[in-house]
T-cell receptor, first 112, second 113 residues
Framework: EDQVTQSPEALRLQEGESSSLNCSYTVSGLRGLFWYRQDPGKGPEFLFTLYSAGEEKEKERLKATLTKKESFLHITAPKPEDSATYLCAVPREFQGAQKLVFGQGTRLTINP | SQTIHQWPATLVQPVGSPLSLECTVEGTSNPNLYWYRQAAGRGLQLLFYSVGIGQISSEVPQNLSASRPQDRQFILSSKKLLLSDSGFYLC???WGGGADTQYFGPGTRLTVL
């Protein structure tokens, strides 16, 4: 059974304090890995898709990386507006559609 | 560009009452559509998905049903709500399976009392 585990569950940082969030997965035949950002009371906002080990993608202060067993979301010099829950998910194609298996998320708080 | 809408944004309903949540997508045709539920402190759970008009697949047996009467319209319904139906309901769409990105709507917060 596909499983996605994110750690830590919650992380508090000071503004400017860089860190990383982890997403580990057990799937057969990884076909990609998604990162989303979710603000309280809102729907998840797409950040990145990674397709193969060694791939990296960047957006502002965020950089996502992928290995064969896990993905990291690196946050460099974060600002308070980066506070959100970060979700990762792996897709499973199913009858022409797609099942996304999500992790529980990491709740990130950046203090000014 | 594509836009996904959900309404209502919030809903408070008594136990045993019916439910109808609506999702529409603009700017695309023949999308795959999905309903997810996010319960407090839990991850997103896929409830239903649809690859075309009238085609609905259920992921988890439950008190809910879904319908797709038009190409870009997806409806989540219940005849009698349970307390356990409370949660944050999200609609999403994409063009295909595989590793195609899913885009989410703003969500509906449902509280069953």
């Amino acid at each position: 059974e596909d499983q996605v585990t994110q750690s830590p569950e919650a992380l508090r940082l000071q503004e400017g304090e860089s860190s990383s969030l982890n997403c580990s997965y057990t799937v057969s035949g990884l076909r990609g890995l998604f990162w989303y950002r979710q603000d309280p009371g809102k729907g998840p906002e797409f950040l990145f898709t990674l397709y193969s080990a060694g791939e990296e993608k960047e957006k502002e202060r965020l950089k996502a990386t992928l290995t064969k067993k896990e993905s990291f979301l690196h946050i460099t010099a974060p600002k308070p507006e980066d506070s959100a829950t970060y979700l990762c998910a792996v897709p499973r194609e199913f009858q022409g559609a797609q099942k996304l298996v999500f992790g529980q998320g990491t709740r990130l708080t950046i203090n000014p | 560009s594509q836009t996904i809408h959900q309404w209502p944004a919030t809903l408070v309903q008594p136990v045993g009452s019916p439910l109808s949540l609506e999702c529409t997508v603009e700017g695309t045709s023949n999308p795959n559509l999905y309903w997810y539920r996010q319960a407090a402190g839990r991850g997103l759970q896929l409830l239903f998905y649809s690859v075309g008009i009238g085609q609905i697949s259920s992921e988890v047996p439950q008190n809910l049903s879904a319908s797709r009467p038009q190409d870009r319209q997806f409806i989540l319904s219940s005849k009698k709500l349970l307390l356990s139906d409370s949660g944050f309901y999200l609609c999403a769409w994409n063009w295909g399976g595989g590793a195609d990105t899913q885009y989410f709507g703003p969500g509906t917060r449902l509280t069953v009392l």
